[in-house]
Structures are given as C-alpha cells and as structure tokens.
C-alpha cells in the first residue's frame, strides 16, 4: 500500500538552485521521514520529523511539516550535483509498527 | 556499526527454484522490514518482523516465506516464483516502527 502522493514526479534544476519537493499523505501520523535513493540501491534517511514539530533543518535540508493539511516538504538549498537521487517521504501508520512510502521524486542536478 | 548486510546483490533464479535471501544487522534493532521494489516505484512493505514474531503480512503470496532465526538476522526464502516477482529486495531495520530506518542495499532478484 502507498501513503502518499509526491510532487512534481521529476525536476531537473541546474546546480546550486534551490529544489522543492512536496508531500502529501492519507492518515494521521507519528512521525514523517525523508529518503533518499541514488540509482536503485538502499534507501537512506535524511531527516525525521514528529507530528508536533512544524520545521526542522539539518545542514542543506529543510522540512516543514502541516498536519492539518496532511503535507510536507522537503527544501534542498544550493543543490549538487551528488544531490541527483530519487526521494521518498514516509510515514509511518499510527495504528501499526510500518513505515510507507510516497510515490517519490526523481531530482536531477544539471551542471 | 550502522550497517544493514544483504547477501547476495543479485540472484538470477528459475521458475521452479528455491532461494532465500538474507539480511543482517548488529545495531540491536528489535523491528525488521522486507520492502519489494519495481523501477521508478516505491519501496512496497511485505513483511515486518517485531522481537523476532511476525507482525504484519502485507498479504504478500506464499511463494514469499520470512524467518527470522534470531533478533540480527532476516531471512525470505523464494519457491515457486513468476517472473513478475522480479525486483529490488531490500532489507531495513529501525529501532521501533516509528524511528528511523536503516536499509541495506538490496537484492537485484531475476525470475527467469
């Protein structure tokens, strides 16, 4: 099952601009995560967010976080190329011990 | 060590075969995942494993089996698998379901 809808599908900005990404998903919550996957390998997580934070950063990364409208989104500031990967958001399921994820965004940084 | 372990990368294997696939981890994690994952899609749950019991079956076919022997090792035996089951397996393991989870790099799987 997926829990949430990605937005835009695919971006290519040109590095060192800025990159949004949005989220949006169906239940309510605990906590919601982003990952990042280069080329089809492991997932890794970049940040975490809990239902009663509104923003967090971590270096590059910004995430707000709306509970009443079911949404996130993940900033990268001055993009790289290395920042080229597919991102996920993730939920987990408030009545169960599982982590779902988004429909993704595939990021491409020009040169 | 922060590290998920998945053996092997990539597992060619026919129709009638039997093959599992494993995954390992010493970080004391209590909660373990098996995600399949289909190009440009998604990591899709099958199975999560809590201290070692199986916890939630996202209704995945039988021809999928997990087991887990012990709290740092996950095992999924494959029989009798199609051709469509061919996909990105990838591991993962958190502390609880509602921390952070750390994947490995996944299984390449083939059916042929």
């Known amino acids: 099952s997926q829990q949430g809808e990605e937005d835009p599908q695919a971006l290519s900005i040109q590095e060192g601009e800025n990159a949004t990404m949005n989220c949006s998903y169906k239940?309510?919550?605990?906590?919601l995560q982003w990952y990042r996957q280069n080329s089809g390998r492991g997932l890794v997580h970049l940040i975490l967010?809990?239902?009663?934070?509104r923003e967090k950063h971590s270096g590059r990364l910004r995430v707000t976080l709306d509970t009443s409208k079911k949404s996130s989104s993940l900033l990268i500031t001055a993009s790289r190329a290395a920042d080229t990967a597919s991102y996920f958001c993730?939920?987990?399921?408030?009545?169960?011990?599982?982590?779902?994820f988004g429909s993704g965004t595939r990021l491409s940084i020009r040169p | 060590d922060t590290e998920v372990t998945q053996t092997p990368k990539h597992l060619v294997m026919g129709m009638t075969n039997k093959k599992s696939l494993k995954c390992e981890q010493h970080?004391?994690?209590?909660?373990m995942y098996w995600y399949k994952q289909k190009a440009k899609k998604p990591p899709e749950l099958m199975f999560v494993?809590?201290?070692?019991?199986?916890?939630i079956n996202e209704s995945v076919p039988s021809r999928f089996s997990p087991e887990c022997p012990n709290s740092s090792l996950l095992n999924l035996h494959l029989h009798a698998l199609q051709p469509e089951d061919s996909a990105l397996y990838l591991c993962?393991?958190?502390?609880?379901?509602?921390?952070?989870?750390?994947f490995g790099q996944g299984t390449r799987l083939t059916v042929v």
């Open positions: 970080m004391g994690h209590r909660a």
């Open positions: 993962a393991s958190s502390q609880t379901g509602r921390t952070e989870a750390f």
């Open positions: 993730a939920t987990d399921d408030s009545s169960a011990s599982k982590i779902i």
């Open positions: 239940t309510s919550i605990n906590n």
């Open positions: 967010i809990r239902s009663n934070e």
């Open positions: 494993y809590s201290y070692e019991k199986l916890s």
